[in-house]
């Protein structure tokens, strides 16, 4: 029986990676999978912060992914080859947010099988083909066009099949407007499963094969095949036509190679290697992935090695003819699954074990003192290049990405008593690995925090004009006073805002397109830009007790539950309406939507009564203050909140974009339930009532901006965030310490993010990880965590950690030792002083391993370590060595 399964969280490592302008714009974005998912996110080119922009299950497993582009068009296709046994083409909406499926089509079982294509997808740079191979035998390749409308057209498959071959690797060649080409890694093994002696099977050599799509008669052809010396293990295209000589570059076991057509003969270049390496003489050295990055004037490659370091590689020509290969160490990172180059500078690298990053190219790395190693530098056979390893120059990190893959071992417990269990899970291998601590919520970015003088019990923001992008003033009420700050460089005290601060405030707004709301218990004061005041005070004895203001109405509740309602009018005055509405109970609470973008006002007002109902009052001038419907509750109501939410983008007659959502009604009782109901546009009926418990305290509901739509964050013992993202809802708490009121807060530096209050202090947070089920606290350890354990007297972990093809650290201490005396013996009498320095400097160097990579010491060589880790501070309280080659297993 096969079940699908619903994850707590998504996968995070990344298997495929691949960039292009998916939303037919000058912005570029970048598509990943994640084994069963599809993602598409976006570098912020301002603030460098990766964002998802869509997530998309694919009920299946994403085996291969290429972008690519008709000739002449401006949008970039996605091409998938999966587990189904079919070829898909995707297309990004940007509009609706989703993936349309241009094209699907079957060509075989599924499953990952050997001879069903899938495994190996390559597409002819001008986008007029594209060839799905399998690991053995079966390749297709599909012509892709368009048709008289401009739509995408796909044609029947072409076969080009070879049985008793295994593939490696398949890629486009580039070729410009001739026939399309492809380029495989291949191997045929039919004499060597005929020979039962063996000796075929040690002389079997891989061959580069090229296939040609002749468009003219429709099919598929072997045009050319070659044995090669070296085993490779990945090509790379050369651009070619007007941009650059065409062929490919082989990546094979020390060396890469360029081959092409015709008279040009094979440039080899060996692969250089770290000075003064730990790891084993004898191993050799492969490249891994690579990025290719092509401007109108010149091209060059980033080239990765299994150790991380990455080597620019450039092609010097000669009429057309590569005369030789240029590698420059560029700098080194985590080993990577993909490297991505974009237009903007930036370098998004995506591990399949550990984060992923994403770097500003800084430099090319052209006018540095780095040697550059070419193929045209005469060196013995076997012999390679050297060079030094050394912290990040060319590129700077911009961005992290979490990434739990793999988990080793996890346990949930609550070893921090914070009422909610944790999650331990340890995570990672080599030296990247961590042990994390993750938390159900939020995580909070603390911008600021300053502390007041005295308890404050609200706090507001408001803006001088409704075309400001940012806010201006931040109002703190107190028991007697309220206080006015500015927001500018720095936030600082106000005197002149029109503000009265000889009182507590109950709320405050901008109002029409520049004037300015203060509602306070014994009136309403209308603040005009040209600093008028306009005063509407109580009558009588009665003070206001609750209050609901938007940007053009104000509702207020005096003692003894009467409603008075004040709408503006078109010259920016505020009236009162004629009629007063008397309420059978005292009011607690009421609530306003936004005014909708082109109307005049809000339809609906609720009103939470202490009778334990919400009622539905409608605003329209037809039938003002007449009840339109009622809900009755399980709890005294304690606040109210309308909001709009999962929106989708349209566009009016003007053009002006805005999104059409649905209005919900969010009611926070005194019991710590949140309920989430739908208010009808249009009759204001009140149904679907959804409920949370959400904490011990009474729930107090603020509408809040993210991700450019409203949401609402509600604070009961734990603070909660209720938002629409990718099309889904969401209610999680926030990872922080309880909070009692807030609104949302714009600056130039936290263009989303939310002031709030908690005892005497004034905070500004933003929420950036908007879609995270967990946030986590990472703790770095040595090697592989094979298994952990909670001891459950101190409530510490004690972790196993082992490495197959490592050293201790003793050893490697060891091993350094013995180097650096070679090094000193090895050298003559005169250069004696120097060697002994240069030996000195080799000692002292300490390259993080985390990030250089741990030396291979050779199979059958075992570390490991026993190490008892305190796990809510992180800290190592005592770690056993084991020998080298004692192995700690569960």
């Given amino acids: 029986m096969f079940l699908y399964n619903i994850t707590l969280q998504r996968a995070t490592g990344i298997t495929h990676a691949i960039h ?390 996890c346990q949930i417990a609550d070893l921090a008593n914070e009422d909610t269990p944790q999650l331990y899970v340890a995570c990672g291998r080599g030296p990247r690995s961590t042990l994390r601590v993750l938390r159900h919520g939020l995580e909070v970015s603390e911008m600021a925090v300053s502390e007041l003088p005295g308890n404050p019990n609200a706090v507001w923001t408001v803006r001088k004009h409704v075309d400001d992008e940012f806010d201006a003033y931040i109002i703190v009420s107190f028991v007697n006073a309220t206080l006015v700050l500015s927001i500018g460089e720095t936030v600082e005290e106000v005197t002149d805002s029109g503000f009265l601060g000889t009182t507590p405030t109950l709320s405050c707004s901008l109002l029409g397109e520049d004037a300015l709301v203060q509602v306070y218990p014994d009136g309403i004061r209308h603040i005009r830009a040209d600093k008028r005041v306009n005063e509407w005070k109580t009558p009588g004895k009665k003070t206001i007790v609750r209050c609901a203001v938007n940007q053009r109405q104000v509702v207020i509740a005096l003692t003894g539950g009467e409603l008075v309602y004040f709408e503006m009018d078109p010259s920016g005055q505020l009236n009162e309406y004629t009629e007063r509405k008397e309420m059978s109970a005292d009011v607690v609470c009421m609530s306003l939507a936004n005014v909708p973008p082109g109307e ?109 739509q409203e949401a609402v964050l509600a604070m009961s013992s734990r603070s909660w965030l209720s938002y629409s993202y990718q099309s889904r809802f969401h209610l999680t708490p926030l990872s922080y310490e309880t909070l009692e009121y807030a609104s949302g807060f714009a600056s130039e530096q936290c263009p989303e993010g939310i002031v709030a209050i908690s005892t005497n202090t004034l905070r500004i947070l933003a929420l950036e990880k908007l879609g995270a089920v967990f946030n986590q606290v990472a703790f770095p350890l040595q090697c592989t965590p094979r298994k952990f354990v909670i001891h459950p007297e101190s409530n510490n972990l004690i972790v196993i950690e082992t490495d197959h093809n490592a050293y201790t650290e003793a050893t490697k201490a060891q091993r350094k030792q013995q180097m650096a005396e070679e090094m000193v013996e090895a050298a003559g009498e005169d250069e004696r002083e120097l060697a002994a320095e240069m030996a000195a400097a080799f000692l002292n160097e300490n390259l993080p391993e985390a990030i250089f990579g741990s030396p291979k010491a050779g199979a059958g060589q075992w570390a490991s370590i026993v190490r008892l880790i305190n796990p809510i501070q992180g800290t190592t309280l005592d770690q056993v060595q084991l020998e080298q080659n004692e192995a700690a297993f569960r």
């Fill in 20 to 409: 292009g302008n998916f939303s037919g714009t000058k912005l570029q974005e970048i598509v990943v999978s994640r084994g069963k998912i599809l993602e598409i996110i976006r570098p912020d080119a301002n603030t460098g912060k990766v964002h998802t922009l869509l997530t998309v299950e694919v009920f299946g497993i994403i085996r291969s992914l290429m972008a690519f582009r008709l000739t002449g068009g401006t949008k970039d296709y996605i091409v998938i080859g999966s587990d189904s046994g079919r070829i898909v083409i995707l297309e990004y909406h940007p509009s609706k947010n989703m993936f349309e499926k241009i094209h699907q089509e079957t060509f075989g079982k599924s499953g990952c099988r050997r001879i069903v294509p899938g495994q190996f997808l390559a597409v002819d740079p001008k986008g007029r083909a594209v060839m799905i191979g399998a690991i053995e035998k079966q390749k297709l390749v599909y012509i892709l066009n368009r048709d008289a409308a401009a739509r995408l057209t796909i044609s029947s498959p072409l076969e080009a099949h070879k049985a008793n071959t295994l593939v490696y690797h398949v890629v486009g060649v580039d070729v410009g407007f001739e026939n399309p080409m492809f380029a495989c890694l291949e191997m045929d093994y039919e004499e060597a499963d005929n020979d039962p002696t063996g000796e075929a099977a040690a002389n079997t050599q891989q061959t580069l094969t090229f296939y040609e799509l002749d468009l003219g008669l429709n099919h598929v052809v072997r045009k050319y095949s070659e044995a090669l010396e070296e085993h490779g293990n990945f090509l790379i295209t050369v651009p070619g036509g007007s941009d650059g000589p065409s062929g490919v570059l082989i990546c094979s076991e020390n060396y890469i190679t360029y081959k092409n057509f015709g008279d040009q003969p094979d440039i080899r270049c060996p692969i250089p290697r770290r000075r003064n390496d730990l790891d084993d003489p004898e191993r050799g050295m492969i490249f891994v992935c690579s990025a290719t990055h092509k401007t109108k004037s010149m091209f060059f490659f980033l080239a990765q090695t299994e150790q991380g370091d990455i080597f620019k590689v450039t092609l010097e020509t000669d009429e057309e003819m590569v005369t030789e290969i240029r590698l420059k160490y560029f700098d080194t990172i985590p080993v990577a699954t993909a490297m991505c180059v974009l237009k903007t500078g930036f370098l998004f690298v995506s591990s399949e074990f550990g984060n992923h990053y994403l770097y500003q190219i800084a430099h090319l790395g052209d006018d540095d003192e780095e040697p550059e190693f070419s193929s045209a530098m005469p060196l013995e056979e076997g012999d390679t290049f050297f060079f030094q390893p050394r912290p990040l120059k060319n590129l700077v990190l911009v961005d992290e990405q979490e990434n739990l893959s793999p988990i080793m071992s």
């Fill in 600 to 708: 005049q006002r809000s339809r609906f007002l609720a009103v939470g009564l202490v009778d334990n109902t919400v009622r539905i009052i409608s605003l329209d001038p037809t039938d003002c203050l007449q009840p339109l419907s009622m809900q009755a509750l399980p709890a005294q109501p304690e606040s109210l909140c309308i909001v709009e939410m999962g929106g989708v983008e349209k566009q009016d007659e003007l053009g002006e974009k805005g999104t059409i959502g649905f209005l919900y009604l969010n009611i926070g009782l005194q019991n710590g339930v949140l309920l989430r109901t739908v208010l009808d546009p249009v009759t204001g009926d009140l149904s679907d009532t959804r409920t949370r418990y959400l904490g011990s305290r009474p729930v107090k509901l603020f509408r809040v901006r993210m991700q450019g």
